[in-house]
């Protein structure tokens, strides 16, 4: 009887989740795959993707006398498809059309294809679920980080799916993290959010307990997550015989963006075991600020003054604002429990976050709190995210997050809401 042989233990496993599964995203998508692919092949490290695609009528335009490239952007395929990442040859001399970090690039896939799973609701748990069970338990490491990739909406969710006509919420995101620990006993050591505005204090309530360590972006981000400078800063590390820990390769990661400030405004990296501490001094500000005799008109023009991101016409991702910021306006108030809860929160913050880079002079913490001044109330723009979501359905989403439960924040926004 043969016997399949033990795969082998590697430092580190990097899973990308890629939903491409909405039209105006699936090109970038696609380049995301193809920028990882470029850093793939070290022996320390396995990658694997699970890459959805709904792309429109004819996105890359190819010479019709080149010869027509297996595997590529150009066969418009709607399914999902899971490879093991390798990476290729140099660009041929067919035409090249996607641009990843090294330049011009075919649009040719050269990692080896593991399954096409056919059209796939890339924003249901379940499959989210197994995509990681698989590949926790085919590429067994020391390290795992797993990177989403799709929309960002903060406390909204991520991971929409066109076809599907829905998105993942942050409870589901949560669940089907847990569920591959508890089936494969590997907690991920790190997080990715490649998404825009994921970066939020409402976002890592809810994920905290799903790895160590979580990354993720306060603003949009134009481009896909510089995985070469990432990973070619680790090989430094592996062919000189060091290993990489999981605070080292976030490290990593937030110096490679901050050499790309104009694609990442600010992205953040965060210790899920120092959320808890930040949380309780949330929860102190939240009780000071209620039980204030301040001027409500004040508190509102501290929360407007405060550092924003996205455009500030976009509701609500415009009221989402650097928490830090906030904070120490809080700390010039007359108020001496809410310039002391402040003060607290500040410090907590401080020491949750362990890499930060950010464009700009304004302040930048590394995370956003919602602090809209019209309150619940405001619905004065039409923008909707994702689009099944209406605006009037903010309120109860934000009421049912772990982070107002926590930390009565959800009050905070009633009482100071014009």
Known sequence: MQVSPTPPRREWTILFYLDGNNRDIERDVYTSFLTAEESAGHPACAMAAELGRLPSPNPFPRDPYQPKIPNDADELWETTRRYEMLPGDPPGPYARRVYTSQGQHDGQIDSRLVADLGQRDMSCPENLTEFLKWGMKTYPAEHVMVVLTNHG??????????????????????????????????????????????????????????????????????????????????????????????????????????????????????????????????????????????????????????????????????????????????????????????????AALKEAVVAEAHQGERPASGLTVYLPPAGFRERESGFQYPDHTRPEQYESIYRGLEFARRTGWDRVIERFGE
């Not at 905290?208 to 990354?215: I, W």
């Not at 481009?223 to 990593?252: F, H, I």
């Not at 209620?290 to 004040?298: D, G, I, S, V, Y």
């Not at 991101?309 to 976009?314: A, H, I, M, R, Y």
């Open 153 to 346: 909406a903060g406390f909204l969710g991520t991971l929409s799916d066109q076809r599907a006509g829905r998105h993942m919420p942050l409870a589901e995101v949560k669940a089907a993290l847990e569920e591959a620990s508890r089936e494969t006993g590997v907690k991920p050591d790190v997080l990715v959010m490649d998404a825009c505005l994921m970066a939020q204090a409402e976002a890592l309530a809810e994920l905290k307990d799903a790895a160590g360590c979580y990354v993720a972006s306060q603003d949009v981000i134009y481009s896909c997550y510089p995985w070469q400078k990432t990973l070619n800063r680790a090989r430094e590390d592996w062919e000189a015989g060091r290993q990489v820990a999981p605070e080292q390769m976030v490290s990593y990661l937030v110096g490679a963006c901050a050499e790309q400030k104009s694609d990442f405004p600010a992205v953040s990296a965060v210790r899920s075991d120092r959320v808890d501490p930040l949380l309780d001094s949330l929860r102190e500000l939240a009780d000071s600020l209620l039980a204030t005799t301040l001027p409500e008109a004040e508190v509102r023009r501290l929360m407007a003054a405060s550092r924003g991101f996205s455009s500030p016409q976009v509701r609500p991702f415009g009221d989402y604002r650097d928490l830090s910021d906030f904070a120490g306006k809080l700390q010039g108030v007359a108020d001496e429990r809410v310039a002391g809860a402040a003060r607290g929160v500040a």
